[in-house]
């Protein structure tokens, strides 16, 4: 393992609640309740793909300026959304430090917009990151590999050196489609562990979050992940 790339929303940072209550709002704007499953085709994806979900759930149909505008509408909610406090998932602060004073580099891998990211990389802490990719930084966002070759490319490294942290299904598509060897950590209700990827608890029994995880134990999973079956995507 030369490097760890993490997702941010819902992996290092618990803000997938507040983007759940950004799009619930969002469809009630466009004129019917969100469904669960439609919330779930929704998490861990690019805001257009929220913009478009909320639209067919509604029963209507956007030209390109609507989504635009509904992009931005999101964009807005979400930032004050995240100016009320973001809290980070179990276990993360510590196991960024014990990374970062290994020498092992991270990547952040996100979905999120950059104007977002940096408000929510000012809690996290630039300083952890040999660098950040968004998905409004590469021509496709997940569930296409595009951001998790541009974090490895810019890492100097070859994807399958890199151990991805992922809590969405979309993630989990991208970081495996690359290449990538990923452990699967979902947090919200009703998203399940991708076909094809290992979930954490799988790797160390009983594990839900990163609360009891070290960089040794990230290692371990590293070289028992080698040789599993690939996710066909």
Same mark, same amino acid.
């Given at each position: 393992?030369?490097?760890?790339?993490?997702?941010?929303?819902?992996?290092?940072?618990?803000?997938?609640?507040?983007?759940?209550? &950004?799009?619930?709002?969002?469809?009630?704007?466009?004129? $019917?309740?969100?469904?669960?499953?439609? $919330? !779930?085709?929704?998490?861990?994806?690019?805001?257009?793909? =929220?913009?478009?979900?909320?639209?067919?759930?509604?029963? *209507?149909?956007?030209? #390109?300026?609507?989504? /635009?505008?509904?992009?931005?509408?999101?964009?807005?909610?979400?930032?004050?959304?995240?100016? =009320?406090?973001?809290?980070?998932?179990? %276990?993360?602060?510590?196991?960024? =430090?014990?990374?970062?004073?290994?020498?092992?580099?991270? !990547?952040?891998?996100?979905?999120?917009? $950059? /104007?977002?990211?940096?408000?929510?990389?000012?809690? *996290?802490?630039?300083?952890?990151?040999?660098?950040?990719?968004?998905?409004?930084?590469?021509?496709?966002?997940?569930?296409? #590999?595009?951001?998790?070759? &541009?974090?490895? $490319?810019?890492?100097?490294?070859?994807?399958?050196?890199?151990?991805?942290?992922?809590?969405?299904?979309?993630?989990?598509?991208?970081? !495996?489609? &690359?290449?990538?060897?990923?452990? %699967?950590? #979902?947090?919200?209700?009703?998203? /399940?562990?991708?076909?094809?990827? =290992?979930?954490?608890?799988?790797?160390?029994?009983?594990?839900?979050?990163?609360?009891? *995880?070290?960089?040794?134990?990230?290692?371990? !999973?590293?070289?028992?992940?080698? %040789?599993? #079956?690939?996710?066909?995507?």
């Amino acid at each position: 393992m030369r490097a760890v790339l993490w997702d941010m929303d819902g992996t290092l940072v618990d803000t997938e609640p507040l983007w759940g209550k &950004a799009t619930f709002r969002m469809a009630e704007s466009m004129g $019917r309740k969100l469904t669960a499953e439609a $919330r !779930a085709r929704t998490v861990g994806g690019t805001t257009i793909n =929220t913009v478009r979900v909320c639209a067919e759930n509604a029963g *209507i149909q956007l030209s #390109p300026e609507d989504e /635009q505008r509904w992009v931005q509408w999101m964009f807005a909610e979400v930032g004050k959304l995240f100016a =009320t406090g973001i809290e980070f998932r179990p %276990g993360v602060q510590r196991l960024l =430090t014990e990374l970062r004073d290994t020498e092992i580099p991270m !990547a952040l891998v996100t979905n999120t917009a $950059r /104007q977002l990211t940096d408000i929510s990389l000012a809690t *996290i802490g630039p300083e952890y990151f040999a660098v950040s990719v968004c998905a409004d930084e590469v021509e496709h966002g997940k569930p296409a #590999p595009d951001v998790y070759l &541009a974090a490895a $490319r810019a890492l100097g490294l070859k994807p399958e050196q890199c151990l991805a942290l992922e809590d969405s299904p979309a993630g989990m598509a991208a970081a !495996a489609s &690359a290449g990538a060897r990923v452990i %699967g950590v #979902p947090v919200e209700p009703g998203v /399940q562990t991708q076909e094809g990827i =290992t979930a954490l608890g799988e790797l160390f029994a009983g594990q839900t979050d990163l609360g009891n *995880i070290t960089a040794a134990d990230l290692h371990r !999973a590293y070289r028992q992940l080698h %040789g599993r #079956p690939r996710l066909s995507v």
